[in-house]
């Protein structure tokens, strides 16, 4: 097998050099065979060895499907599949990626994730997402192996493979790449939660308004119901009253006619009366004139026969008149009763039709309060018409056994089916059209139950989309308190599923990381807990070089404020009494702080008394000439980057004949402040512009000066580092020197043991909670 890869690995370099007669896609082909030749698989169970190639054009397919029929590996035959689209991925033993889908390898990446799949890519620069890399002809490895990812993948890679030109990825970069990455998709992931639980409220939301407006719905449906029960009943009641009043016209018409017949026949008879009134008078007078004549005629002849003629003619004329006023009485009582039984007639009638019109009013009142009402609720209906219409929720209605009858627009607009498309295409009862395995149990509980149930499913419209649906079944009620409708709304969730599946896919992936970090952090924790115990040694190695104030204060008194900025510090504070009864005195600032600090301050300390006890050198100014040069040869900075070093405040004190105390000092770049009781004056000598150390610092050629003063006794001296110089205020100013020395003007007469604390609480109160910058250090020196 060796000898066969040596001569197959040779012919490649050959065809790769010369690219004749062979394509770059055939190359690759044969890249593909010799590596899966040379891999190890934990798990390979299957009857034939399966190769996928994906990309959106199967030019790649052609060559490692054309070898595919001599290739024998691991005793198995080889299977070539294309797959055009990520989704559309099978189950392989290797998956060869083309060169245009290296945009989207991630996605490729998380999809094989844990399956054991080999995938191959090809000049592919995310290197945290390959397992290995063909590069080929141009370059010095015609591969590269990213051993984590088949790690990962129980993939193990034979070492004859390496000899063929392979070079592994720089873990150590891709780790950093993770961490990077996997803090960003942290944020994602949190974002996400944070969204979707910003779309879960509002879909509960959405759940609660729409059984909130379901609820007013069914009320309302019910009240308009009764409302219409109520109102048909009106109505019927109405016609009824209205045919009643229909009769009660025609029998009132009919008396009108028969009462105005009436009245035209007692105005005739009234007629007739007056005539035979005016006849009879007429007769009457020509019977009295005949009367008399006779009465004239007969008065000579027989005045007996003309008194009797005479009394017979006035009892005839008194029987005519009292026969004609009997008939005027009687025409009268009659046409008097039948004027008073017509006003009778007529007021009975008037005093029903009043009646009746009140009755009429008071049902036309309850007939437009009714239509108002039934107004009022038409506008309601159309409201929730709109409502049911323009909502994207899907809603149906259906009887007590699941049959559908009615469904919304935003259920033809989700599903799309109508209501007769959906009878017709699929089933009239929701049991069969569901595909929800357990839709029988669900419409027991909402119809013999009685309670409203929610449940989830896969639902596919009528054009074959298949899509999450959240589904709310409600069980309406009637007066019986029986089931006689169920109202169903199904709201598509399909993106919150889609978003929790990427959560958890996503979790899953964060917790293994999380693991790997975990690990990761009690490492570093235990590296962190080492380091800090070396700190913390190295603590007390520094403290061990500083000078103990007891054995100053037989001298002189003293105090020192020392604070570092981490455990250790680059600040250090020096003492030396030589055999000459010379006092030195210095406080020190070096290059950093922390454990780069620390190192030059045990350098500078060292230096310091080498200097002034082995080398006798007690001038000032000469004992900082000597260890400017001591510290630009022991860090080798001529021959270096380093440009480390220090800014010193030095003194020498020595005692004179008057008791007094002459002292010498001198500076790189810090001052000396003093103060002399006698003179109640707060001074400040300024020390040379110039640092210790370092040989590219400006100012190199300065040399340091001497300074001289006399103190006496009482007289303070304070040495100090910039340090609480520079500390900064919660508004970013930094405290200075100045202001540093009008507090030690405000107080030099406190006694020298109080001022270390009043100095702390001055630092404290004017850093308040912002961080320490830089080590701070006072060294106060009061003679006596």
């Given at each position: 097998?060796k000898?066969?890869?040596?001569?197959?690995?040779f012919?490649?370099?050959?065809f790769?050099?010369s690219y004749?007669?062979?394509?770059?896609?055939?190359?690759?082909?044969?890249?593909?065979?010799i590596?899966?030749d040379?891999?190890?698989?934990?798990k390979?169970?299957t009857?034939k060895?399966r190769?996928?190639?994906?990309?959106?054009e199967?030019?790649?397919l052609?060559?490692?499907q054309?070898?595919a029929?001599?290739?024998?590996i691991n005793?198995?035959?080889?299977?070539?599949?294309?797959?055009?689209k990520l989704?559309n991925?099978?189950e392989?033993?290797i998956?060869?990626?083309?060169?245009?889908e290296?945009?989207?390898i991630?996605?490729?990446?998380?999809?094989?994730?844990?399956?054991?799949?080999?995938l191959?890519?090809?000049?592919?620069?995310?290197?945290?997402?390959i397992?290995?890399?063909l590069l080929?002809?141009g370059v010095?490895n015609?591969?590269?192996?990213n051993?984590?990812?088949?790690?990962?993948?129980?993939?193990?890679?034979q070492?004859?493979?390496?000899?063929?030109?392979?070079?592994?990825?720089d873990?150590k970069?891709?780790?950093?790449?993770?961490?990077i990455?996997?803090?960003?998709?942290?944020l994602?992931l949190?974002?996400?939660?944070?969204l979707?639980n910003?779309?879960?409220v509002?879909?509960?939301?959405?759940?609660?308004?729409?059984?909130?407006?379901k609820?007013?719905?069914?009320?309302?449906k019910?009240l308009?119901?009764?409302?219409?029960?109520?109102?048909?009943?009106?109505?019927t009641?109405?016609?009824?009253?209205?045919?009643k009043?229909?009769?009660?016209l025609?029998?009132i018409?009919t008396?009108?006619?028969?009462?105005r017949?009436?009245?035209?026949?007692?105005?005739v008879k009234?007629?007739e009366l007056?005539?035979?009134?005016t006849?009879?008078?007429?007769k009457?007078e020509?019977?009295?004139q005949?009367?008399?004549?006779?009465?004239?005629?007969?008065?000579e002849?027989?005045e007996r026969?003309?008194?009797?003629?005479?009394?017979s003619?006035?009892?005839?004329?008194?029987k005519?008149?009292i026969?004609g006023v009997i008939s005027?009485?009687?025409?009268?009582l009659?046409?008097?009763?039948?004027?008073?039984r017509?006003?009778?007639?007529n007021?009975?009638?008037?005093?029903?039709?009043?009646t009746?019109?009140?009755?009429?009013?008071?049902?036309?009142?309850?007939?437009e309060?009714?239509?108002?009402q039934?107004e009022q609720a038409?506008?309601e209906?159309?409201?929730?018409?709109?409502?049911?219409?323009k909502?994207?929720?899907?809603i149906?209605?259906?009887?007590?056994?699941g049959?559908?009858e009615?469904?919304n627009?935003?259920?033809?607009?989700?599903?799309g089916?109508?209501?007769?498309?959906l009878?017709?295409?699929r089933?009239?009862?929701?049991i069969?059209?569901?595909?929800?395995?357990?839709?029988?149990?669900?419409?027991k509980?909402?119809?013999?139950?009685?309670?409203?149930?929610?449940?989830?499913?896969?639902?596919?419209?009528?054009?074959?989309?298949?899509?999450w649906?959240?589904?709310?079944?409600?069980?309406?009620?009637?007066?019986n308190?029986?089931?006689?409708?169920?109202?169903?709304i199904?709201a598509?969730i399909?993106?919150?599923?889609l978003?929790?599946?990427?959560?958890r896919?996503?979790s899953?992936?964060l917790?293994?990381?999380?693991?790997?970090?975990m690990?990761?952090k009690?490492?570093?924790?235990l590296?962190?807990k080492?380091?800090?115990?070396?700190?913390?040694?190295?603590?007390?190695?520094?403290?061990s070089?500083?000078?103990?104030?007891?054995?100053?204060?037989?001298f002189?008194n003293?105090f020192?404020?020392?604070?570092?900025k981490?455990?250790?510090s680059?600040?250090?504070?020096?003492?030396?009494?030589?055999?000459?009864n010379?006092?030195?005195?210095?406080?020190v600032?070096?290059?950093?702080h922390?454990?780069?600090?620390?190192?030059?301050?045990?350098?500078?300390?060292?230096?310091?008394?080498?200097?002034?006890?082995?080398?006798q050198?007690?001038?000032?100014?000469?004992?900082?000439?000597?260890?400017?040069?001591d510290?630009?040869r022991?860090?080798?900075?001529?021959?270096t980057?380093?440009n480390?070093g220090?800014?010193i405040?030095?003194t020498?004190?020595?005692?004179?004949?008057?008791?007094?105390?002459?002292?010498?000092?001198s500076?790189?770049k810090?001052p000396?402040?003093f103060?002399?009781?006698?003179?109640n004056k707060?001074?400040?000598?300024?020390?040379?512009?110039k640092?210790?150390?370092?040989?590219?610092l400006?100012?190199?050629?300065?040399?340091?000066?001497?300074?001289e003063?006399?103190l006496?006794k009482?007289?303070?001296m304070?040495l100090s580092?910039d340090?609480?110089?520079?500390?900064?205020?919660?508004?970013?100013?930094?405290y200075?020197t100045?202001?540093?020395?009008?507090f030690?003007e405000t107080i030099?007469e406190?006694l020298?043991?109080?001022?270390?604390?009043?100095?702390e609480?001055?630092?404290?109160?004017y850093?308040?909670?912002?961080e320490?910058?830089d080590d701070i250090t006072?060294?106060?020196?009061q003679f006596r």
């Amino acid at each position: 097998m060796k000898k066969k890869i040596k001569i197959l690995a040779f012919f490649l370099v050959i065809f790769s050099n010369s690219y004749a007669q062979i394509s770059d896609a055939e190359l690759r082909a044969y890249w593909v065979y010799i590596i899966a030749d040379n891999i190890t698989w934990a798990k390979n169970d299957t009857d034939k060895f399966r190769i996928g190639v994906l990309g959106t054009e199967p030019l790649e397919l052609l060559p490692i499907q054309n070898l595919a029929p001599t290739k024998i590996i691991n005793g198995k035959s080889v299977e070539v599949s294309h797959f055009s689209k990520l989704k559309n991925l099978t189950e392989t033993e290797i998956l060869f990626v083309e060169e245009k889908e290296n945009d989207y390898i991630d996605a490729v990446y998380a999809k094989l994730k844990g399956t054991g799949t080999l995938l191959i890519t090809y000049k592919c620069e995310k290197s945290e997402f390959i397992m290995i890399n063909l590069l080929l002809a141009g370059v010095k490895n015609q591969f590269e192996i990213n051993s984590s990812n088949l790690y990962t993948e129980s993939i193990v890679v034979q070492d004859k493979l390496m000899a063929l030109g392979g070079s592994k990825v720089d873990l150590k970069g891709l780790f950093d790449k993770k961490v990077i990455e996997l803090y960003d998709k942290e944020l994602q992931l949190a974002e996400k939660e944070t969204l979707l639980n910003q779309k879960q409220v509002e879909l509960e939301n959405k759940v609660k308004e729409n059984l909130k407006q379901k609820e007013e719905n069914d009320s309302q449906k019910l009240l308009n119901s009764e409302q219409t029960k109520t109102l048909e009943q009106k109505e019927t009641e109405l016609n009824i009253e209205k045919a009643k009043a229909a009769e009660l016209l025609r029998a009132i018409s009919t008396q009108e006619i028969i009462l105005r017949k009436s009245q035209s026949e007692l105005v005739v008879k009234q007629d007739e009366l007056v005539n035979k009134e005016t006849v009879i008078q007429g007769k009457n007078e020509i019977l009295e004139q005949q009367s008399s004549e006779l009465d004239k005629k007969a008065v000579e002849i027989q005045e007996r026969e003309n008194k009797i003629n005479q009394q017979s003619s006035q009892i005839e004329n008194q029987k005519l008149v009292i026969y004609g006023v009997i008939s005027f009485v009687l025409l009268l009582l009659v046409g008097g009763f039948i004027i008073w039984r017509s006003a009778r007639i007529n007021k009975r009638i008037n005093a029903e039709l009043k009646t009746r019109n009140i009755e009429i009013n008071k049902q036309k009142e309850e007939i437009e309060s009714q239509s108002f009402q039934l107004e009022q609720a038409n506008k309601e209906l159309e409201k929730l018409s709109i409502v049911a219409s323009k909502t994207e929720n899907a809603i149906m209605i259906m009887d007590e056994n699941g049959n559908f009858e009615w469904v919304n627009v935003g259920f033809t607009r989700l599903y799309g089916y109508t209501l007769q498309l959906l009878i017709n295409e699929r089933d009239e009862n929701i049991i069969n059209v569901s595909e929800n395995p357990d839709i029988k149990d669900i419409i027991k509980r909402c119809s013999v139950d009685k309670e409203t149930v929610i449940y989830e499913s896969i639902n596919t419209s009528r054009n074959g989309e298949k899509f999450w649906v959240q589904t709310t079944l409600t069980p309406i009620l009637d007066n019986n308190n029986n089931v006689n409708k169920i109202i169903a709304i199904d709201a598509d969730i399909d993106k919150l599923k889609l978003q929790e599946k990427e959560i958890r896919q996503q979790s899953e992936e964060l917790r293994q990381q999380k693991d790997e970090l975990m690990e990761q952090k009690d490492q570093i924790e235990l590296k962190n807990k080492l380091i800090n115990s070396s700190i913390k040694y190295a603590q007390n190695i520094q403290k061990s070089i500083f000078p103990l104030e007891r054995i100053i204060n037989k001298f002189y008194n003293t105090f020192v404020i020392f604070r570092p900025k981490d455990v250790v510090s680059g600040d250090f504070y020096w003492y030396l009494h030589n055999d000459n009864n010379e006092f030195f005195f210095a406080a020190v600032d070096c290059t950093g702080h922390g454990v780069p600090g620390a190192f030059m301050s045990l350098i500078g300390s060292r230096m310091l008394s080498s200097i002034v006890s082995e080398k006798q050198i007690t001038d000032t100014k000469n004992i900082l000439g000597q260890i400017d040069r001591d510290i630009i040869r022991a860090l080798k900075q001529d021959e270096t980057d380093n440009n480390d070093g220090m800014d010193i405040c030095l003194t020498k004190v020595v005692k004179n004949a008057k008791g007094n105390y002459n002292v010498t000092f001198s500076g790189a770049k810090r001052p000396l402040f003093f103060y002399k009781k006698a003179e109640n004056k707060m001074d400040m000598l300024k020390g040379d512009r110039k640092s210790i150390g370092g040989v590219r610092l400006k100012r190199r050629k300065v040399e340091f000066t001497n300074q001289e003063i006399e103190l006496t006794k009482d007289d303070i001296m304070y040495l100090s580092t910039d340090g609480m110089m520079d500390q900064n205020s919660e508004d970013r100013k930094r405290y200075g020197t100045t202001r540093f020395v009008e507090f030690l003007e405000t107080i030099k007469e406190n006694l020298f043991d109080q001022q270390k604390q009043l100095i702390e609480k001055s630092l404290d109160s004017y850093k308040k909670q912002q961080e320490q910058r830089d080590d701070i250090t006072i060294f106060g020196v009061q003679f006596r």
